[in-house]
């Protein structure tokens, strides 16, 4: 089982950014692709980014092309989100979660973490 936990979110006002870590332990992480999710009040978790087990291949929903970006450093395992240009509707918690398979999807992961909030002000 890899064990996740996020960190770095916060108040941050619109058009600013921030970046989430997310750190694993216990399996070997290098070895699982990665994703990011996020869950606004009153609506279902949606995908938000993911990235391959070597961090060649990155998958990105539309409301957020362009705007962030996802990486992994294997050796620190930990994944991260860069989030800029943020608009008040990024409002949310934000999980960060493993797959147990090489390659990244928008639906099937596997563990998640316990999410770490981010409020955009307007």
């Known amino acids: 089982q890899v064990q996740l936990v996020e960190s770095g979110g916060g108040l941050v006002q619109a058009g600013g950014s921030l970046r989430l870590s997310c750190a694993a332990s216990?399996?070997?992480?290098?070895?699982?692709?990665m994703g990011w999710f996020r869950q606004a009040p009153g609506k279902e978790r949606e995908f938000v980014a993911g990235i391959s087990w070597s961090g060649s291949s990155t998958l990105y929903a539309d409301s957020v092309k362009g705007r962030f970006a996802i990486s992994r450093d294997n050796a620190k395992n930990t994944v991260y989100l860069q989030m800029n240009s943020l608009k008040a509707e990024d409002t949310a918690v934000y999980y960060c979660a493993v797959r147990y398979y090489y390659y990244p999807t928008t639906t099937q992961y596997d563990y998640w973490g316990q999410g770490t909030q981010v409020s955009v002000s307007s």
């Open positions: 216990g399996r070997t992480f290098s070895n699982y692709a």
